[in-house]
Structure formats: C-alpha cells, structure tokens
C-alpha cells in the first residue's frame, strides 16, 4: 500500500516488548492516517556506565542495520497492517536523535521504558517534540503523557 500522504508516524524502537508493540500501534495508527511508518533505532553512545559489560557500539551499529528492517516489516506483516515502512539507524542521544527524526512526524510512538536507562524518555521526547507522544506498554495500551509543557509550537502540528 502506498501512503496518501506525506504523513509520518515515528517509532523509537529497540528489542524490548515494549518497543515491539509500539512498531504495532505504530504501524496501525500510520495505516488509519495514509501515513508512512518511520522506525528509528538509536544506538545511545552516551551514559555507558561500564562500557566493558555492553555490546561496542560499532557492533550494535552493524547488528541493527542488518536486522532491522526485516524486524520492522516482520512485526507489521504478522499483524496485517499494510503501509509504507522506512527504518533509520542513527547513534547519539535517543531522546535527541528521535526528536530530530520527528521533526516533520504527526505522532511519535515509543514503548514503555522498562528500566531506569531510559525512564525519562517520554518526558525528554514530550519536551523536544513538536507532536504527540505516545507511549505503548506490553499489552499494547497507549498513554500521552500530559502536554502542558509541550511546545506551543506543536500544539498545532499534530494532523488528525
């Protein structure tokens, strides 16, 4: 299917549960719009406590770059949603990379941080996004985090 519009819908993805149900809401959400599913995956060389214990960065880089667009479109394919996917891997902050992805985006989705490494994400995201922000839990329910502190330049930007 290929989207009516030049509507994004962005996903922040990762391999937790969370970041998988939010490529489904996601991709549901870009279909009901006509919209195209961007998923970004960001590889965080920031705040690595102990680089030791962690995956190099470059290897994380390569293994995301090969696997996933097929994750993406395997995750889209098993729900039945068609619609149009692009996939960007990019490294830096997630918070700041993702904002800056979302630029021109309707919604961003992110599942649910299920640690302390990212659990400011969706206050970060609602801060430097110019649109809604979704965040997906496991089961796949969705909350916008209040957006009085959102920018009064996206109040407008989100399209319906």
Same mark, same amino acid.
């Given at each position: 299917?290929?989207?009516?519009?030049?509507?994004?819908?962005? &996903?922040?993805?990762?391999?937790?549960?969370?970041?998988?149900?939010? &490529?489904?809401?996601? @991709? @549901?959400? =870009? @279909?009901?719009?006509?919209?195209?599913?961007?998923?970004?995956?960001?590889?965080?060389?920031?705040?690595?406590?102990?680089?030791?214990?962690?995956?190099?960065?470059?290897?994380?880089?390569?293994?995301?770059?090969?696997?996933?667009?097929?994750?993406?479109?395997?995750?889209? +394919?098993?729900?039945?949603?068609?619609?149009?996917?692009?996939?960007?891997?990019? !490294? #830096?902050?997630?918070?700041?990379?993702?904002?800056?992805?979302?630029?021109?985006?309707?919604?961003?989705?992110?599942?649910? *941080?299920? #640690? *302390?490494?990212? =659990?400011?994400?969706?206050?970060?995201?609602?801060?430097? !996004?110019? !649109?809604? &922000?979704?965040?997906?839990? &496991?089961?796949?329910?969705?909350? +916008? *985090?209040?957006?009085?502190?959102?920018?009064?330049?996206? @109040?407008?930007?989100?399209?319906?």
């Amino acid at each position: 299917m290929t989207s009516q519009s030049h509507e994004t819908v962005l &996903v922040g993805i990762d391999c937790s549960a969370g970041s998988a149900a939010a &490529v489904r809401w996601a @991709a @549901a959400e =870009a @279909a009901r719009r006509g919209a195209r599913l961007h998923a970004v995956h960001v590889v965080d060389l920031t705040g690595r406590a102990d680089a030791r214990l962690e995956k190099s960065p470059l290897l994380e880089l390569d293994e995301a770059r090969r696997t996933l667009p097929s994750r993406v479109a395997g995750a889209v +394919f098993r729900a039945g949603i068609e619609v149009d996917i692009a996939v960007t891997v990019a !490294c #830096g902050s997630v918070a700041q990379r993702l904002a800056h992805e979302a630029v021109d985006a309707s919604v961003v989705a992110i599942g649910a *941080p299920q #640690g *302390p490494s990212h =659990a400011d994400l969706p206050r970060l995201l609602r801060e430097q !996004c110019l !649109c809604p &922000v979704a965040v997906v839990g &496991v089961d796949g329910g969705v909350e +916008f *985090p209040d957006t009085l502190s959102h920018h009064t330049a996206g @109040a407008g930007h989100a399209r319906t």
